[in-house]
Nanobody
Framework: QLQLVESGGGSVQSGGSLRLSCVASGATFGPYCMGWFRQAPGKEREGVAIIGGDGNRKYADSVTGRFTISQNFAETTLYLQMNSLKPEDTAMYYC???????????????????WGQGTQVTVSS
């Protein structure tokens, strides 16, 4: 059974950068959709970035141009490079996998099959 473990969260000032990592274990790493989602207090969980087994990427409008999703198959690790961070990026960030899709990836949380435990990102102004 696929397990996902995130790391790399922390506290930064506005304009700073962080790189989140998600190590997958327990099952084959891909090819299926893997992504990052986030949830701020009092808000619904939302998709941030997702990458398909074909390498295609999708980003939420709010992070386009600032965040980059990537994966390293040799290390079975998914990354999220976050630059130019803003206070509104503050949230718990979750690594996730949609095991039923290889190419038609979506940022809708309802299609996710496996979630990590989350890593907190806090951006101060």
């Amino acid at each position: 059974q696929l397990q996902l473990v995130e790391s790399g969260g922390g506290s930064v000032q506005s304009g700073g950068s962080l790189r989140l990592s998600c190590v997958a274990s327990g099952a084959t790493f891909g090819p299926y959709c893997m992504g990052w989602f986030r949830q701020a207090p009092g808000k619904e969980r939302e998709g941030v970035a997702i990458i398909g087994g074909d390498g295609n990427r999708k980003y939420a409008d709010s992070v386009t141009g600032r965040f980059t999703i990537s994966q390293n198959f040799a290390e079975t690790t998914l990354y999220l490079q976050m630059n130019s961070l803003k206070p509104e990026d503050t949230a718990m960030y979750y690594c996730a996998a949609d095991l039923n899709q290889i190419e038609r990836c979506t940022l809708f949380p309802g299609f996710i099959d496996v979630w990590g435990q989350g890593t907190q990102v806090t951006v101060s102004s």
